[in-house]
């Protein structure tokens, strides 16, 4: 379905956000004197998938390798920074205060990153008349019209990729390495400013990754995941309840003992 798109500057995807940033945004991000969370999670990598997997070829290369007891797995680490109600950057009258500066994910939106979701206008928080036929084209023929959108979304998949060794480093700094299963949920960090700052700087100019793969443990708020992680050799455990476990359990899913 073609769509046609303008912003209403509504600001109503500037609220409640985990809004992910690149290492650069976040350190700018936590300058600013906000909070970045660090989200994980991990898929069990038993084997490398063959060349037209591309959907595991695009989390190959935004993760890392790791070993969860005898099991490989690839983490993803996303920095976010995280706020309840409007973005700390909102201004009263729904503009961007860092307008020329704002994170590329917010230059993208109502666009989609990740490949492997459809733009649906039903799924974003734009207003209806944000989507009238008339307005500039936004996709044709079910690709994105804005060659500009386009530029900024390879940029922000390259940087992802890019970036992975960073993010290796600043969990290793600072002791994380727990993480949600793959779809599953997220295991979501909130480390102080100061320390997460001083780890993401340290990491930015030494990005060596260790020689071997660290070792990461699944968490999972669902009995029957961590049995099946723990019978073919991994380190899972069930999500402790919140602030037990220096993380917050994200799940998509209802518990299950
Ligand atoms: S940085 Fe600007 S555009 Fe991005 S969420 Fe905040 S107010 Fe909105
Ligand atoms: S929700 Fe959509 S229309 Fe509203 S400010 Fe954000 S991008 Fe613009």
């Known amino acids: 379905m073609d769509l046609d798109f303008a912003c209403t500057m509504c ?10 940033l690149t290492v650069t945004e976040a350190v700018v991000w936590l300058e600013r004197g906000n909070d970045v969370q660090i989200l994980c999670d991990a898929a069990p990598w038993l084997e490398e998938p063959p060349a037209d997997n591309i959907q595991a070829a695009h989390r190959r290369r935004r ?7 005898s099991l490989p797995a690839r983490v993803v680490v996303i920095l976010a920074g995280a706020f309840a109600g409007p973005c700390p950057n909102l201004q009263p009258d729904m503009r961007c205060g860092i307008y020329e500066q704002r994170p590329l994910v ?7 990153i ?11 928080a734009c207003p209806p008349e944000a989507w009238t036929p008339g307005l500039p084209p936004l996709r044709r023929g079910g690709k994105l019209a804005d060659a500009g959108m386009l530029s900024l979304i390879q940029q922000s998949r390259d940087t992802d990729a890019r970036e992975v060794p960073v993010k290796q480093r600043v969990c290793a700094l600072l002791g994380i390495d727990r993480a949600a299963v793959w779809n599953e949920g997220f295991a979501a960090y909130s480390p102080d400013r100061a320390g997460l700052l001083a780890a993401l700087r340290q990491a930015g100019s030494e990005p060596a990754a260790p020689a071997q793969p660290p070792a990461w443990g699944f968490v999972s708020n669902r009995r029957k995941t961590v049995d099946t992680l723990m019978s073919v050799g991994a380190l899972g455990s069930l999500a402790p309840a919140t602030g037990t476990a220096g993380f917050e ?5 209802e518990a299950s003992e």
């Open 106 to 112: 917010c230059r993208i939106y109502p666009a989609e």
């Open 63 to 69: 993760s890392f390798a790791a070993l969860s007891g």
């Open 11 to 20: 600001g109503k995807c500037c609220h409640d956000l985990r809004l992910p």
């Open 114 to 124: 990740n490949p492997f979701i459809e733009l649906t206008p039903a799924h974003k």
């Open 249 to 253: 359990y994200l799940g998509f899913f």
